[in-house]
């Protein structure tokens, strides 16, 4: 169990000390706890919140140099996911992401992550210079999705890499399903090197035993967590996750100070302390909730025609081992309707947001926050939709099968410093790719920049156009055409030099 008190929150209390204080503000924001500020804004906000918008002084400490209560909380946090070291991120996942990179490649190192990663990690990639390897996730045909990558999958490229510095994983991914983690790690442990996991869809992981196992808990190194995603904390508050003797924590925290703003928002920062003192006090009885909920929404949207969301059946699929059923990814394949339509609906007709939708489904994300009224809601504007925008008739094509990994010339980063021109498509072939390729569904890349266009992939972009599937990532919107790299002989001397 904890070795601390999980119950305190020091960082929020700092605050509500100096509020009480009522000190009179020198120092900024200039908005000086809301005096400052306009009415329009502040009479809907409120003033309580602009009180505790504060910059760093001793009372509340800094997050750079942690010595007091921000120590203290990140110290709680740590006790709580029962990492060695945990740091606050206010530039949610993406930066504890780019930080986790950062901190264990640099130039020319080798890293090895799933295809289908989120562009943190090709920004961490691109800002580090390493040299990225990458493995296929497997795929799930049916609902056009990519599930996580296998340990087989992690061992051979590890055997044909054995020099990598690293490797990266998602657990889980963005609709739930996590890969079999704990052999991962163990495979990357052998050779040494340490497992960092982009856990922003996991910081309620560890705190329910009906979900996926959590990545620290796995034998990960580091993870990274979008606290502001799942459970209580505000938007752009994530955690940073440091555990074991493979990863400098010092290090850590001189990338976190070099890529975070001196001047951290303090509103998010308590947040991350009373959100973590929820989870760990509270965590099993509300994530109890939210599953429940969740899996009875999973069974009404299962008894409405042309509607199918997924759930534990999806561990029977290569690359899916772990399921979080507090995800509702709602296929519409049947109804004869794209997912971005659904949500589109849902949105306009029945004022229902979404998290995200693709050309199959359209994602749900539950939490402790929602109700019965509001699954009933959701149910009834589904049976709605079901009956008024049936075309059972028209059905997407399968997902096509992707085109062989092409080769790497030179890192994202070389290619990002660049020039690159616009050329049409066609011309394009036997050019390296200034841009991203990403084929929809699944949304795995099928170029990334650096990587040479091949014959195989202009004709995979035609034959997904043709079959009314997505192709996206060049800045032309009609993928039309392609930016490549001018002179790359001589820039890439110039970069290697
Ligand atoms: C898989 C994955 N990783 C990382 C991120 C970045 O997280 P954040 O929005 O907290 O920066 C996201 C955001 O959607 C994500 O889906």
Redesign the pocket.
């Known amino acids: 169990m904890y070795k601390l008190d999980q119950t305190q929150t020091p960082l929020f209390d700092a605050l509500m000390e100096y509020v009480d204080r009522d000190t009179i503000p020198f120092h900024v924001p200039g908005h000086k706890k809301g005096d400052g500020c306009d009415d329009k804004f502040k009479n809907f906000v409120g003033k309580n919140v602009l009180s505790i918008d504060v910059t760093v002084f001793k009372l509340v400490d800094s997050l750079h140099h942690p010595t007091g209560v921000i120590k203290q909380a990140q110290e709680l946090a740590a006790d709580a996911y029962g990492s060695d070291k945990a740091f606050f991120s206010i530039?949610?996942?993406?930066?504890?992401?780019q930080a986790m990179i950062l901190s264990v490649v640099s130039r020319g190192d080798k890293i090895i992550i799933p295809r289908n990663?989120?562009k943190?990690?090709t920004a961490g990639i691109i800002l580090s210079g390493a040299c990225p390897v990458y493995m296929q996730p497997e795929i799930d045909r049916t609902i056009g999705v990519a599930l996580g990558v296998t340990p087989e999958t992690v061992e051979d490229t590890l055997r044909k890499n054995p020099d990598a510095k690293a490797v990266l994983i998602?657990n889980p991914?963005?609709y739930g399903v996590a890969a079999d983690i704990k052999k991962i790690a163990d495979i990357v442990h052998s050779y040494d090197i340490p497992l960092i996991v982009?856990e922003?869809?996991g910081p309620h992981l560890s705190f329910n035993d009906r979900l996926p196992i959590s990545a620290l808990d796995a034998g990960a190194d580091m993870c990274?967590q979008?606290t502001?995603?799942i459970i209580g904390s505000l938007t752009?508050s994530?955690l940073l996750h440091v555990k074991g003797p493979r990863i400098d924590v010092n290090r850590v925290q001189q990338v976190m100070n070099l890529i975070q703003t001196t001047s951290p928002s303090y509103i998010l920062m308590a947040s991350l302390d009373v959100a973590r003192m929820q989870i760990a006090t509270k965590g099993k009885r509300l994530l109890d909730k939210a599953i429940d909920l969740a899996q009875y929404a999973r069974k009404g949207i299962n008894n409405i025609p042309g509607l199918y969301c997924f759930g534990e059946e999806v561990l029977s699929k290569k690359g899916a081992y772990g399921f979080d059923p507090t995800k509702l990814t709602i296929c519409c394949r049947d109804m004869g309707i794209t997912g971005f339509e659904l949500d589109r609906i849902l949105s306009e007709e029945y004022h229902i947001q979404f998290e995200m939708s693709d050309l199959y489904n359209a994602l749900a994300v539950g939490s402790f926050g929602d109700s019965k009224e509001k699954m009933d809601i959701l149910l009834s504007a589904l049976t709605d939709i079901s009956h008024k925008y049936s075309k059972p008739n028209i059905k997407k094509s399968d997902v096509l099968e992707i085109p062989a990994t092409p080769e790497q010339v030179m890192t994202p980063s070389e290619a990002f410093n660049s020039q690159a021109v616009s050329t049409a498509l066609k011309d394009s072939i036997g050019k390296i790719s200034g841009e991203f390729l990403l084929a929809y569904p699944p949304g795995i890349p099928v170029l990334c920049p650096g990587e040479k266009v091949t014959h195989d992939i202009i004709d995979y972009v035609e034959e997904m156009k043709n079959a009314g599937l997505y192709v996206q990532g060049t800045e032309d919107p009609d993928v039309e055409y392609i930016k490549v790299l001018e002179n790359t002989e001589s820039q890439k001397l110039d970069v290697t030099a």
Do not use: E, L, P
């Not at 530039?91 to 992401?97: L, Q």
């Open positions: 530039n949610g996942t993406s930066g504890a992401i990663v989120h943190s990690v998602i991914t963005y982009d922003a869809h990274a979008s502001h995603k752009q994530s």
